[in-house]
């Protein structure tokens, strides 16, 4: 008979304990449908909807702007591909800062998709006596070369690979994408990307207001939460549009090329088959779609 | 009802001792108070609170699981040792072997939860409910070789002490055969563990075919000392009967597993430096720096200093049957092996980082105070399961109120 008795009032805290986690909860139903969202992929249209709905919402009222958020899918027949010319690049980071305010990267704590190297022309590419904090009056520098380093969108993405809750993944043209709300914020992406093209945010990212960019893709530059990985998309928001990325369009010097690589009338194709072309740490076996070149 | 009665029936158990255990229990909880005030910073704040950033993006968190992993492996391989030599208290070794196990998956899966940016995401991982990446991520191998690892230590650990408890003999079968599987998962929970960082070729520090046997060779020394000191203890101060023999075999199977170790290291190190390609990057920040930057030089000698020292104390027959020796050598192995692991691994795997960028790495109080909180819960999961293993093994602990009557009956036939 204490058995049965210890045993109906442990059934009843638990009921009670239950109880009050369900009505903590139903305090903040958003929080609780953003912690029970599933993985993009497995998501319905009608549910894409509803959640793109729902996140317009959300930034109208956090920042007090109209939202577009798109989903758009990937265009069937079209690879992009990037290339960069070293001959003309002089290290002046205008593409790095482009990119931050395009993407709607924190700015504290800083995040930069884009790491220009400096290095030296006597050693070629060598990582290991690069310098990614140069601060000269003026670039470039005598004697020095720069090296550009973003997400190199792998055909073969060992940061894909490596993630246990397939929170990141390539999409059918080619861009390597995060699903912010899937991310458990684990960093094995991290550990496994050579180019060290994917981010943290370590704290909660902060954007000023004002200089939200409010053209934003599921996939891409909307805002994100701290916790979760982040990296360059080739600005989804605006390839899928048919516009170039941000720093293609930045770049002073025109180093920077975009395109279609399955189309042979493209431009990044008349480079990859006319210039002397190198990828970034090539025996790695990654096959990035970000080629190196010489233009001049 | 019997499936509730035996835990009601042993809870008393923890609140049994003497001055020294309440002590112990107030240390512990002093030490969990202050940890979980830097963890609960951590959750509030973000990972931002850790000095690790994109560069060094896993570090002193990481350390620790892949220590406690060799932890949780080696204390169920010294079961091995006890079936082939036939020591008499073999049950008890597979008892407490695999209580420390247990303790050591608890506190390492402790430090995956808090080495994550989303720990309530945790869900996603999960067979069933989440999208676990299954096979082609060694993390989501790495945690289901852990959960089963757990369970089957569980179920051993739990029914044997429950068929001491009334007095009966326990299902040999059920037994021997989850006993043979643990091994072997021993095994494999340390050769997925280092699976997860060689396998990716974007850091050479890993990449290298050696890296599983070399964990398992350093945790065979690290997670026996813990249990030869323990068995002393226990010989001490309860009935637990353990030969003097007994013990110098375990010290003398961790002289075997140390040399091992010793050679795999030294082969790896040839292959660096003799080979002298840029991999070798990593090796020096390590052991000598890398210009001004020589942070971790100290932990690294200091690593393998008191490894040599304890190899050579165990390795000497008269210094290994001295049980002052051998118990100093059984501390030296433990903190080499834990510095090894937790700082000498992970890290100079990130410095230079991918990009040859040097980010300096030390530990934030919050880290530390976050590792304090786990190891401090860990310690009290042991020293409650060890406390009620002994009422029931060695001190015939047994409740005042009659049984069940369903069992009485059952005993007198």
């Not at chain 1, 930069?112 to 030296?120: F, K, N, R």
Request: aromatic share 14%.
């Amino acid at each position: 008979m204490k058995e049965d008795k210890s045993r109906r009032s442990f059934l009843k805290n638990m009921a009670l304990a239950a109880g009050s986690a369900i009505a903590l909860s139903g305090c903040d139903m958003k929080a609780l449908d953003h912690f029970l969202q599933k993985n993009f992929r497995t998501l319905s249209k009608a549910e894409v909807d509803e959640i793109i709905t729902s996140l317009q919402l959300e930034y109208k009222n956090k920042y007090g702007k109209d939202f577009t958020v798109s989903a758009k899918p990937a265009t069937d027949g079209i690879l992009f591909g990037y290339a960069l010319d070293l001959s003309r690049c002089i290290g002046c980071r205008k593409c790095v800062y482009a990119c931050v305010e395009e993407n709607n990267q924190s700015r504290g704590p800083q995040i930069h998709w884009i790491q220009v190297l400096q290095m030296e022309k006597e050693k070629g590419i060598d990582f290991a006596d690069s310098d990614v904090h140069y601060n000269p009056e003026k670039v470039p520098e005598e004697g020095h070369f720069y090296l550009p380093v973003q997400c190199q969108q792998c055909r073969n993405p060992q940061c894909t690979t490596v993630c246990p809750v397939k929170a990141t993944w390539q999409e059918p043209d080619g861009i390597v994408v995060v699903d912010y709300n899937w991310c458990i914020g684990c960093r094995y992406c991290m550990a496994a990307c050579p180019y060290g093209a994917r981010h943290f945010n370590w704290a909660e990212p902060s954007v000023p207001e004002d200089e939200m960019n409010t053209n934003v893709h599921y996939l891409g530059n909307r805002p994100r939460m701290k916790g979760v990985v982040e990296k360059c998309t080739f600005c989804i928001q605006r390839v899928r549009e048919g516009r170039y990325p941000a720093c293609v369009e930045v770049c002073p010097v025109g180093a920077r090329k975009f395109g279609n690589l399955l189309d042979p009338e493209s431009e990044i194709r008349y480079i990859l088959e006319n210039k002397r072309v190198l990828v970034l740490k090539q025996e790695l076996n990654t096959q990035p779609k970000f080629y190196y070149f010489f233009g001049v | 009802m019997k499936l509730t009665q035996f835990p009601r029936s042993i809870l008393p158990i923890l609140s049994r001792g003497n001055r020294g255990y309440y002590a112990w229990l107030l240390f512990l909880l002093l030490i969990m108070v202050w940890g979980a005030g830097g963890y609960a910073k951590q959750l509030n704040h973000g990972l931002v609170t850790t000095n690790m950033r994109d560069s060094v993006s896993w570090a002193f968190y990481i350390g620790n699981f892949t220590f406690l992993v060799g932890i949780a492996a080696a204390a169920v391989m010294l079961v091995i040792p006890a079936y082939i030599y036939n020591w008499k208290p073999i049950k008890e070794i597979v008892i407490f072997g695999e209580l420390l196990a247990i303790c050591a998956v608890v506190m390492s899966i402790g430090f995956i939860v808090v080495d994550i940016g989303n720990p309530l995401r945790f869900w996603h991982m999960l067979p069933g409910i989440g999208t676990m990446n299954f096979p082609s991520s060694m993390l989501s191998w790495d945690f289901f070789v852990l959960l089963t690892y757990l369970c089957i230590n569980l179920v051993v650990v739990i029914h044997l002490l429950h068929r001491i408890f009334i007095k009966k003999d326990y299902n040999k079968k059920l037994v021997l055969t989850l006993v043979f599987v643990s091994i072997p998962m021993a095994v494999a929970i340390h050769t997925v563990t280092a699976f997860l960082y060689n396998a990716i070729p974007a850091r050479p520090f890993w990449n290298s075919a050696l890296l599983a046997p070399r964990f398992l060779a350093s945790a065979f020394c690290s997670g026996p000392a813990i249990l030869l000191i323990l068995f002393q203890l226990l010989r001490k101060f309860t009935r637990f009967e353990i030969k003097d023999e007994a013990i110098w075999t375990i010290a003398e199977l961790m002289v075997y597993a140390m040399f091992i170790y010793l050679f795999f290291s030294v082969a790896e190190l040839f292959k660096e430096f003799y080979s002298g390609t840029e991999h070798l990057l990593y090796w020096q920040y390590l052991l000598f720096g890398i210009g001004d930057n020589k942070e971790l030089v100290p932990y690294s000698w200091a690593s393998i200093i008191m490894g040599c020292i304890a190899f050579v104390l165990f390795l000497v027959p008269k210094t290994r049957k001295n049980f002052t020796t051998l118990n100093i050598g059984a501390v030296l192995i433990y903190a080499s092996v834990y510095v090894e692991k937790g700082i000498a691994l992970i890290i100079p795997g990130f410095t230079p980082d991918v990009l040859g960028q040097i980010y300096v790495y030390t530990p934030s109080m919050i880290e530390i105070r976050t590792a304090a909180l786990i190891f401090s819960v860990g310690f009290l999961v042991f020293t409650f399961l060890v406390k009620i293993a002994i009422a029931i093994i060695f001190e015939d602990y047994r409740v005042e109120e009659p049984m069940p009557e369903q069992q009485q009956t059952l005993e007198k036939a």
